[in-house]
């Protein structure tokens, strides 16, 4: 007998469910990874549905849930629907620097349609020099009067070709400008923007590519808060964002692990169940046990009254690799057949190894737990 969930239930899940059921969301997500684009009128749809920022303000347009009841509705996303429309749903949580540090002008004219799902919005930090260490970016803004122009190379940009606007963090160049890192909501239709699609492992319906910068005008007003303060805004909502996406990766992994026990229960080899070989029963035990720890330090931290950088890091490490077993164990013990596109396994795999890379890799989330048990001392003066 396979267990229920181990998420709460919530009034929120019936809408999901019914939402998945009516737009074929379990079938749409396998059609995108054969046929890659940007699903647009699904993402509309969840806006309509009021999916999208489930955890932002209701004075933005948001649903205003608390990061528990957001967390189990990721976690059903996920093991409903897989990661596309999970992910999608947290699509404004990943812009979440736009909603709290955007002029009013910026949040009505971009952070608003994004809720409601009518405009896409990006996120650019990576470049080919730089990644988790924000203070190597190379792009540039150059103030010029009422403008800055902004040049440089945005690479593995989620949505690179099908963004209408990105945020797009870059060091400003000037005798007062400092060190830091600024952001700058850019819409993707200005001159001297070049846009190339790449080819990825997994979650192919992003289509992550390169998105090049030459002599960009921005005005002054598209810059996202105060002046060279955009890593301490990202380095918050990374913290949130860790969490909610460790519940989209169990969420999915825990359908894997439903649909093996299935065939392993069914599956007779040398006369007797597999699920009667302990080399396959022991293994899938193991599984259910990790996963719901896992869950279980994910809800916790969910439910602190602030989450903390060292939980959350561990949180998304540890549920990362604990779905990606589950998920590994699914294919090997659906045997040929779970290493073909017949069924899920495979793409699921595919998606969740992203995982262990983007919104911080596995070493970095060891060293921001690290740092907590050994805390840097003070800069000198």
Known sequence: ??????????????????????????????????????????????????????????????RGLPLPRVGSVLYLLGYLAGTTFAKLAMQPEFCGVLGEYGSTDLIERYYRPLLRGELLIGNQITEPGAGS????????????????????????????TEADAAIVYAKVE??????????????????????????????????????????????????????????????????????????????????????????????????????????VGFALVEDWVRSDAAWRYVEHALEGPSVGAAESALAKWYAYEVALTCIDHAIQFHGGRGYSKDLPHEQRWRDVR??????????????????ALWPRPPASP
Not at 142 to 152: C, H, K, M, T, V
Not at 176 to 190: E, I, K, R
Request: with cysteine; hydrophobic share 35%.
């Open 133 to 160: 260490d924000l203070s190597t970016l190379a792009t540039t803004a150059r103030r010029d009067g009422s403008e800055y122009r902004l040049s440089g190379t945005k690479t593995e940009a989620a949505f690179a």
């Open 174 to 279: 000037g005798p007062d400008s400092g060190s830091g890192v600024s952001a700058f909501l850019v819409p993707q239709t200005n001159v001297g923007i070049v846009r190339t699609p790449g080819d990825d492992l997994g979650e192919r319906w992003m289509r992550r590519g390169t998105v090049v910068y030459d002599q960009v005008r921005i005005p002054a007003d598209h810059r996202i808060g105060t002046e060279g303060k955009a890593f301490e805004y990202v380095r918050d909502e990374l913290v949130r964002d860790r969490l909610l996406l460790s519940c989209i990766y169990l969420g999915v992994a825990r359908r894997s692990w439903e649909e093996t026990i299935d065939h392993v229960g069914k599956r007779v080899a040398f006369g007797r169940p597999l699920s009667d070989q302990e080399a």
């Open 1 to 62: 007998m396979i267990p229920p969930l181990p998420i709460t239930e919530d009034p929120v899940h019936s809408e999901v469910k019914e939402t998945v059921e009516r737009l074929r969301l379990g079938y749409r997500y396998r059609e995108l990874d054969g046929a890659p684009e940007f699903p647009r009128e699904e993402f509309r749809e969840l806006g309509r549905a009021h999916l999208l920022g489930l955890s932002r303000d209701t004075r933005l347009g948001g």
């Open 354 to 371: 992203s995982g262990g890379i983007a919104h911080g890799p596995s070493e970095i989330m060891h060293l921001v737990a690290s740092r």
